[in-house]
């Protein structure tokens, strides 16, 4: 057996059998050992983006992590972006880069390049792997580091030479680390800025937005009379009717520090003291408000859900049962805009449907008209690269089983990585893509007009201009049947269409170049 | 004048006048300055990925560098492929990385990220400005340190305040640094080797592969009976009727070593020792025969057209006057295939073309049956990276004015960058794509078997089938026109009109699956 069939068995028997693949000529051994291990699933992506985006949206509704390979240094390059977002959304990813035979690097062969350094910025354990002799454990290791706490992007570096040489064979899976107990003093701190009378907010993130964590933290907010928060962009936020609202803090800054106005406590759990997305002039990075005092109930590596259930304890305060009721808007009619887009996908919406929501300014009413849905996932782009939905709904279908997927995708984010749309077809799955198409990058254009530059000229203006892209054919040329929707009405009645229909179906909705 | 200002005036001035751009919001300042620079050419693409190989492929054209303009580290993770490839063309880039605001960083805000790691591997001058005192002179600074010698990567890091906050203006251009002249003693030593009655081989890369540089190296050859080669992947090599022919060094390494085989010196001209371009079990990875010695008669720092000017002094050799003679191939009938195709690209490549070739196995016929076209210039993959050969017949487009651009590209490494076709349609670039579409890998088919793993399984070989593609489709999509060859017949016509045709248009060659 040898280091390639070594490690994909030693990646089965730790409990990650889907690999999201864009290999080359150094990782051929890897693939050619694909036959000889059934259990893992390989799917191929015709840019490394896809790859490492799909095995986020994988992990995200799967709860563990697959695995990518990538080709060298620049396969890495391009699946950066969509590592950098699972990074931020502390989702587990096996990541295995390629590398020459361990004795080619001193020729510097056109591909030589150092792929630590590129990795270095996405992940926090990186490690090569020298031999055949260790490669089983090397990759043992890599899925017990990609868990966490928190989940990372574990990079294991293969060289050619390690898959290709004799192994003693798989080794069991490594032993993963505990989320550590958040100590009583904490506890009690949180408690008692939330007994006292002063303004006080509850801010989720990370691993505590599943609707049960959610009831949890909403008992607490009721018992205290705190605000339920939760971050900017959850990676995976569970809602809808039967689990209790939360408010996600906006991502334009104004509006932040209003949800944030006047607090004079904020508990945060395993999630980020809230700051701006970007800078502008004369405006605040920090969001938390001056006089607001900061208390981190559970970081990242901790056990945030078992510190909410003690807390809950400490208050006395059991979940909350007021939730969100099912209600669906009205079928829209007239004019295709944000509103009415948004409008339709609530009307449609089915039961534990996973939401891929990478609409930016022109799906700015998609949360708000599905509130009332029935229960469902929702999947954000949270590192703030642009390209990561289309991916993510590739491999959160992978996942999720029966669930149907839909991917809120504006046209501009789209056109990254937009290769998924052929894996979607080729694996069959069972994804209903929108783009929302205003033939512009809209929020740029928006941002334009903050950064206080003032007014932009027609240069400027026609850089965030994309105008002329047919989504149906570009749908077409990838094997995904599509449609175009200019009305309300026929919006609706094609997004019901494509939910109908079992295998991956595109929708383009026709919007209006402003919101 | 605000920093953003001072910088593009900067750019202008020094040369630089021509920017590839995927901005975001940290770079709103600079689009919004393209307003007060009008001598700046701006060049939107919907992937960084294709800005960065269009300023590959500018400045190869050009022989001076485009700006490129990309949004923090996962913009550069995305351009950074073909960054890759721009270093190993030794192509000079001037390569802005927009970043948040000196103070944000603090705030380890969504798109936080370190930038310099991620640029260290492509880019051997890196800089992040600290200030719009200083802004314009880093810039003028990159400028210099692009132009090389040899041509490089100069990444800037350029924070959004230090876009937009007042400056003392634009700075002169920066002095750049002088290739050094090669001392006589190696010219000498290599005027020894080539004098000898051992076998001998002038390899040529780099700057020396411009058709009179090659006149005198052939001259060399002709004094000397020393073999002419060329190193595998050129930057540029002007060919065809007129210019003396220089063997390219094989791909393959097996070939390789027949070509270099007996070789008792190899005297280098800014081209490195040739090596494997991967590792194989039980293949050699250096490839300079045993008992051969190297002469590095300039290495890329160094006057390399200088040093072969006196190496021809030296030796008293004149320039070359033999050459290819002007001699195209008949009109190709029948069944369209790898050969097939490339006779019909010698029967109408037009004078002065500019090919862009990323045709892989399928273009392998396309520079033979190409030798004896009127005079043109060949653009190679230097650094492996796929997805090149779009951006940079876009770039190269951009730079070679009234010149027809053709891409030879493959179908797997199309899907990489394919957002390309719409700069092309966006800006009318005279660029006709020829799509090899072969339904695979097949470079990938090919090694699969060559790494010696035994008979592929049909999983294995799924990986490297990419079936289903339908890029007529997907250039309507993005505005080009497109039209489909399945006969050698359909292919030639096809492609005389879309070379006859203004502005952009792609013609799609299918292929049989295998050579």
């Known amino acids: 057996m040898n280091g390639a069939n070594a490690l994909i068995r030693t990646f089965v028997d730790s409990g990650v059998d889907v690999c999201f693949m864009n290999p080359g000529t150094s990782e051929m051994h890897f693939v050619h050992a694909l036959d000889d291990v059934p259990e893992m699933r390989s799917v191929l992506a015709l840019f490394e983006g896809v790859a490492t985006g799909a095995a986020d949206g994988y992990a995200r509704m799967a709860d563990r992590p697959a695995a990518v390979l990538l080709h060298l240094g620049p396969g890495l390059g391009n699946g950066l972006a969509n590592l950098h977002n699972a990074r931020r959304a502390k989702t587990p990813v096996v990541n295995v880069v390629g590398d020459h035979a361990t004795y080619h690097a001193a020729c510097d062969a056109p591909l030589q390049s150092d792929i630590a350094s590129i990795a270095r910025g996405v992940s926090s354990w990186i490690r090569t792997s020298r031999s055949p002799e260790t490669v089983a454990n090397d990759g043992a290791e890599a899925v017990a580091a990609a868990h966490g706490p928190p989940g990372q992007v574990a990079t294991l570096i293969l060289p050619a030479d390690v898959c290709w040489l004799d192994s003693p064979g798989p080794v069991a899976p490594a032993a993963r680390t505990t989320p550590a107990a958040v100590p009583d ?10 007994r006292s009378d002063e303004p006080a907010a509850l801010l989720l993130g990370g691993t505590t937005l599943r609707a049960e964590t959610i009831r949890v933290a909403g008992g607490i907010a009721e018992a205290t009379g705190a605000k339920l928060l939760a971050e900017t962009f959850p990676a995976r936020l569970e809602r809808g009717a039967g689990i209790p609202a939360v408010d996600r803090i906006a991502y334009l ?14 508990v945060v759990v395993d999630a980020a003291s809230p700051v701006s997305f970007f800078a502008y002039p004369d405006k605040a990075s920090d969001l ?23 807390l809950a304890d400490e208050l006395g305060a059991a979940p909350s049962t007021s939730a969100a009721a099912l209600q669906r808007p009205d079928r829209p009619t007239g004019a295709l805009t944000a509103e009415t887009m948004a409008q339709a996908l609530g009307v449609v919406l089915p039961e534990g449907a996973v939401v891929v929501d990478e609409g930016n300014t022109a799906g700015l009413f998609a949360s708000g008209l599905t509130a009332g849905a029935p229960p469902h996932d929702w999947l954000c782009l949270t590192g703030g690269s642009i390209g990561y939905g289309a991916p993510a709904a590739t491999g959160a279908a992978i996942a999720a089983g029966d ?5 809120l995708e504006a046209d501009g984010s789209a056109m990254y990585t937009l290769q998924s749309l052929w894996t979607q077809a080729r694996e069959g799955l069972d994804v209903t893509t929108v783009i929302l198409n205003n033939g512009s990058y809209a929020v740029l254009n928006m941002e334009l007009d903050r950064v206080g530059a003032g007014t932009a000229g027609p240069r400027a203006k026609e850089m965030l201009d994309i105008p002329g892209l047919d989504f149906v054919a570009l749908a077409a040329g990838m094997g995904v049947e599509a449609t175009r929707a200019t009305t309300a009405e026929e919006f609706t009645s094609q997004l019901e269409r494509a939910l109908a229909t079992e295998g991956p179906a595109l929708v383009e909705a026709v919007l209006p170049s402003t919101l």
Chains 1, 2 share one sequence.
């Not at 056990?303 to 259930?309: E, F, N, S, T």
């Not at 669930?403 to 991917?407: A, G, I, P, Q, T």
């Open 185 to 194: 003093d904490r506890i009690e701190a949180a408690a008692a800025a939330l």
């Open 253 to 266: 800054a104004e509006f932040a520090q209003m949800q944030l106005d006047g607090l004079r406590h904020l």
């Open 288 to 310: 938390l408000p001056e006089g607001c005092t900061l208390h981190v109930l559970a970081s990242p590596e901790e056990d945030a859900v078992g510190a909410l259930r003690s």
């Open 403 to 407: 669930r149907k997927v839909l991917n």
